[in-house]
């Protein structure tokens, strides 16, 4: 299980590829380029056989851990397995080899797909208006906001403060403070909703919005959900929605019914398309009729037959991103809509809803549940009568890599001490979720009778406990042979 670096590997002379020979005029470097541009010292790059370089990328593979090899009982985002007949769509030649700029009429499959699409999802968010045109959550939320700012303007308020929950994703105060708003907290009560009262005290003339998750990053359904929509608008606010929990409530709810004016979805959460490892994402913005001249340009519209880009928005935002979407990912999205439809869409909701409370309940003997009630997809739990023993969450998660699995996210939400999240999602079975619950007893039962080789852990990995704090504090950037 150890590989060494690629850079330990090289010696001088060996090539994997041999370049042709040059056949047009060539000058040197030097002629080409300013002085104070040219290279000082010979590139230190790696010298290794085609061979030598496939078996070292391919070992470096087998060591990844992804959702097709193992589960993730991971809270917060959603890891769930992805149709492979999602990825076939995606890579069909009709759609990998389109050009952004090419003329309309040619590429009226691509557009008639990102129109039922934005449609598919505007009907399950209970939206007037959807655009593709985010890259991801966060750039959704981002461009949620300048649309409510936009809207704002437009009726001549200057509204500048965003109330955000305590239990929050970190990104939702961020991008309010990057749209330019002022950030206030508002509190969770002991049932983990947000506390009324305590929003009725934020709440006034100078509300812009509520970002909410709902179900909330505890994985709780807002109860006063109805209350909350009527406190923020009866003062001129708006409700914006964090749909990183939509995998909860599609064809049960949805944002519009619970009052919600702006919504943004995670498609590489949501709807099934590859989620981290740095690929690409996906974060529609859907709108109430009174917002959608406000949506970025271009969207997506039919006119009787043809479909084209439309521009005439004068009071758009405008781009909020090169060219029109992230094409792939809503393919892939799209793919995964039209198999599961209505029906499937509704019982992937009920399943993960299902699973997530059957392994609360399968742990609740063995870890604090903070907020003893029905979860929706994902619950919160912490250890207890562990302090003693200097055992803290992160022991337990870097044990858990020992027994195969990927640890669940920790110390998030940060209202609930030593806590982790736990989201299993629809597509596990029984068994599996059984043999996870046995194994997390079983380390739980390590932490009290052998608590050093817990926090010693992980024992069986190919590198061990890293020092993070230091690796975060003095990052190494550079590999150097000295």
Known sequence: MTEPLIFELSRPGREGIQLPDNDVPAKAVNELLPADMLRQQELQLPETSELDTVRHFTRLSRMNYGVDVGFYPLGSCTMKYNPKICEDAANLPGFTRLHPYQPEETVQGALELMYQTQNYLAEITGMD???????????????????IKAYLKSKGEKRNKVIVPDSAHGTNPATAT???????????????????EALREEVDGNTAALMLTNPNTLGLFEENIVQIAEIVHDAGGLLYYDGANMNAIMGITSPGD??????????????????????????PVGVKAELEPFLPKPLVIRDKEFYKLYYDLPLSIGKMRSFYASFGVVVKAYTYLISQGVVGLKSVS????????????????????????????????????????????????KRMLDYGYHPPTIYFPLIVEEVMMMEPTETENKETLDEFADNVVKILQ???EDPEKVKAAPHDTPVGRLDEVTAARNPVLRYSKK
Do not use: W
């Not at 655009?131 to 649309?147: K, N, V, Y």
């Not at 619970?258 to 974060?283: A, E, R, Y």
């Open 178 to 196: 990057l749209a330019g708003f002022d950030v206030v907290t508002v509190k969770s009560d002991l049932r983990g909703n947000v506390d009324v």
């Open 350 to 397: 009920e399943h993960a809803v299902l699973n997530a409370n059957y392994l609360m309940r399968r742990l609740a003997g063995h870890l604090n549940i903070p907020f003893d009630r029905t979860c929706m997809h994902e619950f919160v739990c912490n250890p207890r009568g562990l302090k003693e023993n200097g055992v803290r969450t992160l022991d337990l998660a």
């Open 129 to 147: 208006a959807m655009s593709l045109q985010p890259a991801a959550g966060a750039h959704g939320e981002l461009t949620g906001l300048l649309i």
């Open 446 to 448: 390590e932490a009290v």
């Open 258 to 283: 619970m009052g919600f004016d702006v919504v943004h979805l995670n498609l590489h959460k949501t709807f099934s398309t590859p989620h981290g490892g740095g690929g690409p994402g996906s974060g």
